[in-house]
């Protein structure tokens, strides 16, 4: 499908995305917005106590990053009349019925809204239990439920992570996940809400055991995948599309080389490289790391959102990562940033220039511990 077909797909139409103030949110909003500036209206849910709030958070921590600044060169002294005009912040939050929006804004927008894009997640690895289950897995009911009052709506689009394979080896199939089937084989998994009364510290631990008895390494991948499952459940007619991307990265190319926001992810092996604080690395040096640029997961959104455009009744799964077809082994990542920070050198501030050192692996940490042993 060529680029003009799946902008022309976009004008006039309305959209309402969770999650704009995230990562991927945001590059998607700027995306949407730079390509195709005749979109109707783009609803942007996110968490907060009324209207005023929302549009802070809005202009603060979406419009204002300098991820927009090809947008505000664009278009110059309009940009300021051009983004209002175009979002519309909602206060809602999708751990709530009905994602926390009064029923006369539900009835507003359930006539304009033509796609709903379900970005909005917690994504750390280790989570409290039940703030991952609200969002991950009953935040996907809440969105699905609002969908279902969307009279005009042509597709549900859910981002979630192609981690809901676990550790799984070889071939992983673009399907469905069947509901209640865990991982490890034989077992099957109850979605339900937790104790709220359990300690906090407690739902800590419940959430990785959980996660590892039923064959998940993590509370984010395991509340995702039930999340999976509530939506195949609940969708019944509507026209849903689930992409599931790898580790997602700063971006390739658009709308500029190399933006990020914060240190995430595989960020902090560059952070602490370059303050010389890795000097080793425990792990097999031809592990491939499955990493995506964040623009190329951006891309693959709107295209799956072209080709699936009002086609009820049916899912569609898309994995989105490099692994197979351009696999980046730990080995390089790591020479890479050797590399970089050779040709590009930290300075202190007294002026002297920081040598890199390339990082030591170790296969086993029986290695790494008999060579860092002051014993020995």
């Given at each position: 499908?060529?680029?003009?077909?799946?902008?022309?797909?976009?004008?006039?139409?309305s959209?309402?995305?969770?999650?704009?103030?995230?990562?991927?949110?945001?590059?998607?909003?700027?995306?949407?917005?730079?390509?195709?500036?005749?979109?109707?209206?783009?609803?942007?849910?996110?968490?907060?106590?009324?209207?005023?709030?929302?549009?802070?958070?809005?202009?603060?921590?979406?419009?204002?990053?300098?991820?927009?600044?090809?947008?505000?060169?664009?278009?110059?002294a309009?940009?300021?009349?051009?983004?209002k005009?175009k979002?519309?912040?909602?206060?809602?939050?999708?751990?709530?019925?009905?994602?926390?929006?009064?029923?006369?804004?539900?009835e507003?927008?359930?006539?304009?809204?033509?796609?709903?894009?379900?970005?909005?997640?917690?994504?750390?690895?280790y989570?409290?239990?039940?703030?991952?289950l609200?969002?991950?897995?009953?935040?996907?009911?809440?969105?699905?439920?609002?969908?279902?009052?969307?009279?005009?709506?042509?597709?549900l689009?859910?981002?979630?992570?192609?981690?809901?394979?676990?550790?799984?080896?070889?071939?992983?199939?673009?399907?469905?996940?069947?509901?209640?089937?865990?991982?490890?084989?034989?077992?099957?998994?109850?979605?339900?809400?937790?104790?709220?009364k359990?300690?906090?510290?407690?739902?800590k631990?419940?959430?990785?055991?959980?996660?590892?008895?039923?064959?998940?390494?993590?509370?984010y991948?395991?509340?995702?995948?039930?999340g999976?499952?509530?939506?195949?459940?609940?969708?019944?007619?509507?026209?849903?599309?689930?992409?599931?991307?790898?580790?997602?990265?700063?971006?390739?190319q658009?709308?500029?080389?190399?933006?990020?926001?914060?240190?995430?992810?595989?960020?902090?092996?560059?952070?602490?490289?370059?303050?010389?604080?890795?000097?080793?690395?425990?792990?097999?040096?031809?592990?491939?790391?499955?990493?995506?640029?964040?623009?190329?997961?951006?891309?693959?959104?709107?295209?799956?959102?072209?080709?699936?455009?009002?086609?009820?009744?049916?899912?569609?799964?898309?994995?989105?990562?490099?692994?197979?077809?351009?696999?980046?082994?730990?080995?390089?990542f790591?020479?890479?940033?050797?590399?970089?920070?050779?040709?590009?050198?930290?300075?202190?501030?007294d002026?002297?220039?920081?040598?890199?050192?390339?990082?030591?692996?170790?296969?086993?940490?029986?290695?790494?511990?008999?060579?860092?042993?002051?014993?020995?």
């Open positions: 499908m060529d680029a003009a077909a799946v902008i022309g797909c976009l004008r006039d139409r959209i309402l995305i969770t999650g704009s103030t995230g990562f991927l949110g945001k590059m998607l909003v700027e995306k949407i917005l730079r390509v195709q500036p005749d979109v109707g209206k783009l609803y942007l849910l996110v968490r907060a106590p009324d209207a005023a709030s929302a549009e802070h958070r809005v202009l603060t921590k979406v419009v204002e990053t300098t991820l927009f600044d090809v947008l505000r060169t664009k278009h110059g309009d940009f300021n009349s051009f983004i005009n979002i519309s912040p909602l206060p809602g939050d999708i751990t709530k019925e009905t994602c926390a929006l009064r029923d006369s804004m539900v507003q927008i359930s006539k304009e809204i033509h796609v709903i894009v379900s970005v909005a997640a917690t994504t750390s690895f989570e409290r239990y039940d703030v991952a609200a969002s991950n897995t009953l935040g996907v009911a809440h969105v699905c439920d609002l969908a279902k009052k969307c009279a005009n709506l042509k597709m689009l859910h981002v979630s992570t192609a981690f809901v394979a676990g550790e799984q080896e070889g071939l992983l199939v673009e399907k469905p996940f069947d509901v209640g089937k865990a991982l490890k084989k034989d077992y099957n998994l109850d979605i339900q809400s937790s104790d709220d359990i300690e906090k510290r407690k739902m631990k419940l959430g990785l055991k959980r996660a590892r008895h039923f064959g998940w390494p993590n509370v991948s395991l509340t995702k995948s039930m999976e499952m509530l939506l195949g459940t609940l969708e019944r007619d509507l026209p849903v599309v689930i992409v599931r991307p790898s580790i997602i990265s700063s971006t390739f658009e709308p500029m080389p190399g933006w990020t926001e914060g240190t995430r992810t595989m960020d902090m092996l560059y952070v602490t490289y370059n303050d010389q604080k890795l000097p080793c690395f425990i792990g097999e040096r031809n592990v491939i790391v499955d990493v995506i640029p964040g623009d190329m997961v951006i891309n693959a959104l709107m295209v799956a959102m072209a080709i699936h455009w009002d086609t009820h009744g049916t899912q569609a799964i898309y994995h989105v990562t490099t692994g197979h077809r351009n696999p980046l082994h730990f080995s390089t790591l020479e890479s940033a050797y590399e970089y920070f050779r040709s590009n050198p930290r300075v202190t501030k002026g002297r220039i920081v040598n890199d050192r390339r990082v030591k692996f170790f296969k086993k940490y029986t290695f790494f511990s008999f060579i860092h042993d002051p014993a020995v």
